[in-house]
Each structure stands twice: as structure tokens, then as C-alpha cells.
């Protein structure tokens, strides 16, 4: 809590006392358990022990169970708001293809069950919301777009990053500019501010004095670590690009070069999203973990590309994106085996 917001906290919290208030719950789950996986709550209890001091009880190691699964799937779900950016950002096929090409991320595969890839899904539904708002001017899809960056806040500090490329999106094209652009944004500030707003009053958190504490906090912990500046400014492209996959990073540079994608609203979101890459790493505010931390840009790295896609001539357009997303799987697959066996070791 000295680091991040509350909201993964809060979620967990809201789990575990449900499930305890249904014991019948998790003696159901325990007995799904051990009839499908001979996994029992303490054999559960035996491997947590790896991974922490504290002693847990039988319902909190199912309760942990249960929570894993829920985050692994609502994870998953990033294809939604993906599909929506696609789809708003150029048009339902772009959408289909960006939603199919999300799911194959190595990174996504990587680190599930975890929180990032929950955030990722509510931080690219803002952003969703956001374009939506731009689109048709309506007044209360800027304010439930201000919502959306207020609960992605909440999720993640890291998640104020998303504001350039909102920003950048919004004002980047004079002549497709939104003309109640600047009243929008003052509803999109007013729903977000009214949110922080009411947790400062009924429950006393305040984002103003949370948010540069956890992000010193972050940094002294950084330098403790010996994470120098001009390692990582190496190292995190590279991770990057490792658990982007090689078959989605090498199509996205055909795309970014190719003609047909340097203009529009969908290549201003993907320059907004290389802007705030770029500031990220020189910035140097995370040193290292970007594999999963940046899992929230990925899938608006890739957008570009599949446009391209959905533009190629038959039979390319067919048999190349599925020879894309078997490949990606199959590099997933391999890193996360790897990952099993230094884990073992």
C-alpha cells in the first residue's frame, strides 16, 4: 500500500469476504479441487510456502484459489475493450483482427494469474470510452470516460501515462478535432475529480498526497535495487519486444512503414502510444518488469498492424494471420515453460 493504489487490494478484500460468507462456497471449490487436480487446501497451503512467510488458513488458501482464477479471467477480457478500440479507431474488421492478435501476447500469458493484466482491460476501456466520446460528442461518454481514467488510477498509478495518448489523440488532427472538444474535457476532468472527490471524503484516501508518495516510494526502492538509468534504458525496449513476441514486433514495423497508416484517428493513437513509450524510458521510471507493468500499451502498439491485415489480398489475408497467432502461442507457450523451470529450480 505505500506503492500502489488501492484498488487491487479492495478487489481481493471484496472476494475473500464473500467467500467467507458462503462456507459452502469453498467446500465446493475445495472439492472441485481434489476431484480434478487431487489439489487439497493443504497441499495448497504446503506450496504457498515458496512464495510467502505468512501462515494461511484452509479458507484463505482457497479464497487465494478462487481469486487467482477470477484474475486470470477478467485478464482475458482484454480482447473486449481491444475489439472496441479497433473498431472505433478504424472499423470492425480492425477490430476483430487487434482482439485476436491481444490474446496471443506473450506477456499476457506470462504473468496469469496477476494484476496487470486485469489493469490493462480497465485502463484500455478508458481509453475506449475516451475515443467513443471523441467520436460522437456526447456529453455523458466524456464523463464516463472520466470515470474509466479515475478506476484505472485507482487500479495503478502507472495507468497516468494513458492520459498523453488520450490527449494526443484528441488533439493531434485539427481537421477531424472534436468541435465540443474543450467542453468534453472539462466533464471528462469533472467525473474523475468527483470521483477522488468522494473517496476523499467518505473514506479519507486522498490521491494528491498517495500518488507522489507511492511514486518516491517506487524510486527509493529503484535505487536501493542498484537499477541504473542506462541498463534499463537498454534492457526495458528489449523486454519490450521480447514478450511483445518476434511475429507481432516485426509486423508492426511493416505496418508503421507502410503506406495507408501514417494518417487518421487509429495512426494518431499508435504515435500518441510511441510518444509515451519513449517519454517512459527516458524518464526512467521503471527499471525493468516492463513485460508485464506496459502490458496496458501493447495491444495500442499493434493496432497498425492489424489494419494492414485486414487490407491484405486473398488468400494473405487468410492463411498469414493465422500462421501469425500460432506462432505467437507457440512462443508464449515456450517463455512461460522456461519460466516454469527456473521457477523449479
Known sequence: VRTHPPGPI?????????????????????????????????????????????????????????????????????????YGLGAVLGNRRVGLAAAALSLSLPALWCFLPGIDGVGAVIALTALWLWAMALRNGDWWRYALAGLGFAVALFWSYGYLALGLVALFLGWSSRESRPANLPAGLVY?????????GLLDACFGFNLWRALPAALGTQRMIMLREHRAYLTWLALNPYALLVFLGPALWGGMVWAWFSRGVQHGFLARATQGTLL????????GSTRGEVERIWVFLMPLLLLPFAALLTRLPKPLSLWLPVALLIAQIAFAIFLSTNFLLVSAA
Open 188 to 196: 471528462t476532468v469533472a467525473a474523475w475529480a468527483l470521483f477522488y
Open 276 to 283: 509515451t513509450v519513449l517519454l517512459l524510458l527516458l524518464m
Open 10 to 82: 479492495l478487489l481481493m478484500w471484496a472476494v475473500r469476504q464473500l467467500a467467507l460468507a458462503h462456507a459452502d462456497l469453498l467446500a465446493r471449490l475445495e472439492a472441485f479441487l481434489v476431484r480434478t487436480y487431487d489439489l487439497s487446501a493443504a497441499d495448497l497451503i504446503s506450496l504457498s510456502r515458496v512464495a510467502t512467510t505468512w501462515q494461511l488458513s484452509t479458507a484463505d488458501a482457497l479464497v487465494a484459489c478462487l481469486i487467482s482464477w477470477l484474475l486470470t479471467v477478467l485478464s482475458v477480457l482484454i480482447f473486449l475493450p481491444v
